[in-house]
């Protein structure tokens, strides 16, 4: 875009211009039959008019206040240049049709659609009344020619004319979207915004100052001979009440220049729109300002120095402050969701272990109560100790498993699971000295790591809260892959569980855990038995 824009759009015009009007000066100079009236007001009128488009590209080519500035007076001396032509030379050489199309062009870049149909609407007329004129006369006049000439000029204004009305939406390209397209937790969003609009316009300084709606100071960063600031500043940098949208400054003249909603320019003293402080905290000299606005906050953008600075700056500064308040909502957004996953994940782990760790531990010390007891008897606890001490090694290669499969990848074969889960029910069966066995069909299945995870914790949890809220001394486990879900059911002889509203209540844990994994749990109690039906889908268990 940058490379683009050394050229804008009052430049090419007042280029158009000059270019025209020698070359209309010339035609007519080789063609011996022109001008066809009044010959040397023609010259006269075409040589002044020739050093006018001069004087008008040399005075506006730097200057974009200038240009704006004379943009509708330029206007409106062309209208008046082709009604003469049209009343002073006719035939091949005329440039009646070609100062047509440069009009209603330069209308349509300047302005809108509104000022191109207004510019083709007044030219039409004034060549039919010009034409009307002649024939009124009695000169010769070339009727036909007449009026073929004004249909071109009423379908070439049609034409024109909705090139005006969507010239602008084309005009305004995308601001270096690669670095807003993917945001990242590790890199500023103030300095990618920052970098981009400046590359994108071909600024050399730029700063942008922001504020989230918590904050009571604005804190950016500025850019100046490639090196990087920090800056801090209690007040507004802009008057957003005068200025809303972007705009142009020269503090050095006291010059701002924006445009309203319906294209018109708007000139102001920059004084007014930008803070003092912010002006020389900032060193700011001439460029584009661009007030930032978002769901997180509000900011202003300064791009100083551009090459090249023209109003058409003032619509790329909107398309700028969309991409710009896109790109810092979309990191927000980033922000929010990674610390959604971190608390997520920390949630999970602490459920994890205390399924694991501290299930574990409270079957110990169910096991170490049981033995106190009996110590009073005599009776030699030995091999009970041993016994705990081995639950204790296993339980400890159980935690170097889960941090292993943490790690590991993300599939695991059914049958793995089949002989870990078995594997615990041994250890389970001992930890709380109950009957726990499990049973399972073999089958040739991948299942997810997170879901292993999921029945390992699940299995130990239910097996607890039948010993201990139940006092179950018999559960038998049944383990099913069935098409793609894992269905573990659990029996036990225990008392049953506590009931609210005549139901039977689930334990919160493991109703959380299911809940979590997107799966159906179901309890029911009947012939002396309590059983926990539990559905987990093996496919993606997470949201």
Not at 112 to 122: E, K, Q, V, Y
Not at 450 to 458: E, G
Not at 473 to 490: N, P, T, Y
Request: charged share 20%.
């Amino acid at each position: 875009m940058g490379k683009g824009l050394q050229h804008p759009s009052g430049r090419v015009i007042a280029l158009g211009r000059l270019m025209l009007a020698t070359l209309f000066l010339l035609a007519i100079r080789i063609d011996v039959s022109q001008p066809a009236h009044a010959p040397a007001a023609t010259y006269a009128l075409l040589a002044a008019y020739l050093g006018l488009a001069a004087i008008i590209a040399v005075a506006t080519w730097r200057n974009w206040w200038l240009d704006a500035k004379l943009a509708g007076p330029a206007h409106a001396i062309d209208i008046g240049m082709f009604t003469l032509l049209v009343l002073l030379t006719e035939g091949s050489t005329s440039p009646i049709l070609t100062f047509f199309i440069f009009l209603l062009l330069a209308a349509s870049i300047r302005w809108d659609w509104h000022a191109t149909a207004l510019t083709a609407i007044l030219l039409v007329l004034l060549y039919v009344v010009v034409g009307m004129l002649e024939m009124s006369s009695g000169s010769s006049f070339g009727f036909q020619r007449f009026v073929v000439r004004t249909g071109h000029l009423v379908i070439l204004s049609l034409v024109l004319i909705w090139f005006g009305a969507n010239q602008r939406r084309a005009r305004i390209e995308l601001v270096e979207e690669e670095l807003f397209s993917r945001p990242s937790l590790d890199e500023s969003p103030l300095e990618n915004s920052l970098r981009a609009a400046m590359s994108s316009v071909g600024a050399s300084a730029g700063a942008f100052l922001w504020r989230y709606h918590e904050a009571a100071r604005f804190g950016g960063l500025s850019i100046r001979d490639e090196a990087l600031a920090v800056v801090k500043m209690a007040v507004p940098p802009i008057m957003t009440d005068l200025a809303a949208t972007s705009f142009l400054y020269d503090l050095g003249k006291d010059r701002a220049l924006k445009k309203d909603d319906d294209r018109n320019l708007i000139y102001m003293h920059s004084r007014d729109v930008i803070a003092a402080k912010a002006a020389a905290k900032l060193a700011l000299g001439e460029g584009l300002a661009i007030p930032i606005r978002s769901d997180e906050g509000e900011g202003a953008l300064f791009l100083d120095s551009i090459a090249g600075l023209s109003t058409d700056h003032v619509d790329i500064g909107e398309q700028i402050a969309v991409d710009v308040a896109s790109h810092i909502q979309r990191h927000s957004l980033l922000r929010a969701v990674e610390e959604s996953a971190e608390a997520r994940s920390r949630l999970t782990l602490a459920r994890d272990l205390h399924d694991s760790v501290v299930q574990f531990l409270a079957g110990a010390t169910f096991r170490l109560e049981a033995m106190k007891r009996s110590s009073a008897s005599g009776r030699d606890f030995d091999s009970d100790l041993n016994e705990l001490k081995q639950l204790m090694l296993q339980e400890q290669r159980e935690l170097r498993s889960f941090i292993t499969s943490l790690r590991g990848g993300p599939l695991v074969a059914f049958n793995e699971l089949v002989k870990d889960l078995q594997a615990l029910a041994a250890r389970l069966s001992r930890q709380w000295s109950v009957s726990c066995d499990l049973t399972a069909q073999p089958a040739e299945l991948m299942i997810p790591t997170r879901l292993r995870l999921d029945a390992h914790q699940l299995m130990r949890e239910a097996v607890a809260n039948a010993v201990r809220h139940a006092g179950s001394r018999s559960i038998s486990v049944d383990l099913e892959a069935a098409g793609d879900r894992l269905k573990l059911e659990f029996v036990n002889d225990g008392a049953g569980f506590p009931l609210r509203g005549g139901r039977l209540e689930m334990p919160a844990s493991l109703k959380e855990r299911v809940e979590e994994a997107r799966g159906v749990l179901d309890m029911a109690r009947g012939m002396g038995v309590t059983k926990l039906s539990i559905s987990l889908p093996i496919g993606e268990s997470r949201p």
